[in-house]
């Protein structure tokens, strides 16, 4: 029997593929394909967050009916099966089964159940084990918790994956370490709000935080590299970044979606935190890791929002200067607080789209400046690929502050080398390796 997975959104749901992947190929005798025409089951692993890639469900849907295999079964899992559940069976005769996010530990009854729709968004799979393999990447995903309790006026994500709930730390340790043995170096901690781990399990458990479980991971011996994501503003307090900056095992990359600069929006959006205080915590996390790397989430055309809204946003850009920065134009999503508000103060796309477009022209000239500033640092970069283009041969991997280093000679996968920055070209950091 064969699988083919498309998976869409964020690297929780990357990592939720995974363990539908393995699920099936370890209890059901799946192996993967990349063809659709030769496939035995078909899933779309979907997102929601935007109304764009929701929107085109339907027609990938249609292709998928129209070119897969006779009998090939559809599946519809994450986000969007739990927005809409059985609205997808009733809307596609082609799909087979709806799966939501939180509910990935069903897959293997699910497939065998036809018409079934399992998105039931208080289900609680935070100590299920899901089914691993014997080898592992050298970078690896690991899931410290489930769902979101914050209500941010814009996220759909809270009804489509539920509360928070923190994964038990013995859990964490005993996969982290089962990594480790089969190759991992890397791990990436994934959670919607990482640094409130803690707050909630399902079973009685020790107090711990965030920083306790990065202290945890980081006794695991031969886990060379800790990162996480994402962190929320409000819940960086002192003594998690004073763990992020001392902890040698954790990599000077840090995600602060910022959403906007406004203090107005920011009220709106129900964020919790203020300008003051964001820039208050960059200021500190500065302080204490000068060469740290600093990626941003930033919504624009909030409801509401003025151009002297926008104005805030970008002096904070101009103040932090973002090494990444994703930005979005406002996405009214069903069941949100700002959803219930209608068109009364939504902004006119073309403005929005401006906004954008001012925006990431800026970013762009910012992570050119901060390129150039590059020329001559040391990193430690893990090195992840080989490549040979038309008028290039090299390895690439990335740095601990998350920059991606070109290196002209090729260096075994899973490597992590010392190379000075040689070379800036537009954005692209080239290096030569000091020391392996
Ligand atoms: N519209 C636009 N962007 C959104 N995001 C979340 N919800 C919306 C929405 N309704 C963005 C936020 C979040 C990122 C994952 O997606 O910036 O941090
Ligand atoms: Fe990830 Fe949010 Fe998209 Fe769900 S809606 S896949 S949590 S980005």
Sequence with gaps: MKLYIETLGCAMNVRDSEHIILELQKKEGYTLTPNLNEADLILINTCSVREKPEQKLFSEIGYFAKNKKEGAKIGV????????????????????????????????????????????????????????????????????????????????????????????????????????????KEILLLGQNVNNYGIRFSTPHAKIDFTGLLRELSGIRGLERIRFTSPHPLHMSDSFLDEFAQNPKICKSIHIPLQSGSNQILKSMKRGYTQEWYLNRIAYLKQRVPHVGISTDIIVGFPGEEDSDFEETMKVVESVRFDTLYSFVYSPRP??????????????????????????????????????????????????????????????????????????????????????ISQVKGSTLYGEVLCR
């Design 335 to 420: 069941n949100t607080s700002s959803y219930s508000w209608g068109d009364k103060k939504s902004v006119p796309k073309d403005i929005a789209k401006e906004r954008l477009n001012r925006l990431q022209t800026r970013h762009k000239k910012i992570l050119q400046e901060n390129s150039m500033e590059e020329l001559g640092k040391i990193h430690k970069v893990l090195i992840e690929n080989n490549k040979i283009t038309s008028n290039e041969t090299f390895s690439e991997g990335r740095s601990d502050t998350n920059r991606l280093v070109k290196i002209r000679e090729f260096i075994d996968m899973g490597e992590i080398c010392e190379v000075i």
């Design 77 to 184: 899992c994450g986000c969007t099966a739990s927005a809409m559940g059985h609205e997808i069976i009733k809307k596609s005769p082609h799909v087979d089964f709806v799966l939501g996010a939180r509910n990935v530990s069903k897959i293997t009854s699910i497939i065998h159940r036809p018409k079934a729709v399992e998105v039931d968004i208080d289900f609680d799979d935070s100590t299920y084990v899901f089914a691993d393999s014997k080898k592992s990447s050298y970078k690896a995903l690991l899931n410290i918790s489930i769902g979101c309790d914050k209500k941010c006026a814009y996220c759909i994500v809270p009804f489509t994956r539920g509360k928070e709930i923190s994964i038990p730390l013995d859990l964490i340790l005993k996969e982290a370490q089962k990594l480790v043995e089969n190759g991992t």
